[in-house]
């Protein structure tokens, strides 16, 4: 079956930096396309950026200039590069994958599959 498991979460001064990875198994990886999305408490789950699998990005206006997102085909890998890290930053964030082969998606319903979430906490 399909599992998407994401890892690198964890506890960061504001301005520092975290790589979160998103380790796919039981796909094509290469097919689909990577979403990761972020839920704080009390709030909705929302996007934070996609690449597609020819390797397009997209970000949210509040990940852009921040954070990258990024793949490793050979390694059924999604990475997340985040600098410049804020307190407003604190969520679990998420891995998704969609796939079809068209489309940008952003919204969580495009989605096929979850990963389960890493904590991120940024301290001021």
């Known amino acids: 079956q399909v599992q998407l498991v994401e890892s690198g979460g964890g506890l960061v001064q504001a301005g520092g930096s975290l790589r979160l990875s998103c380790a796919a198994s039981g796909l094509t990886f290469s097919n689909y396309a990577m979403g990761w999305f972020r839920q704080a408490p009390e709030k909705e789950r929302e996007f934070v950026a996609v690449?597609?699998?020819?390797?397009?990005?997209y970000y949210s206006d509040s990940a852009k200039g921040r954070f990258t997102i990024s793949r490793d085909n050979g390694k059924n890998t999604a990475y997340l590069q985040m600098n410049s890290l804020k307190p407003e930053d604190t969520a679990v964030y998420s891995c998704a994958a969609d796939r079809r082969p068209w489309g940008v998606p952003t919204t969580t319903r495009e989605y096929n599959y979850w990963g389960q979430g890493t904590q991120v906490t940024v301290s001021q």
């Open positions: 690449i597609r699998s020819g390797g397009d990005t």
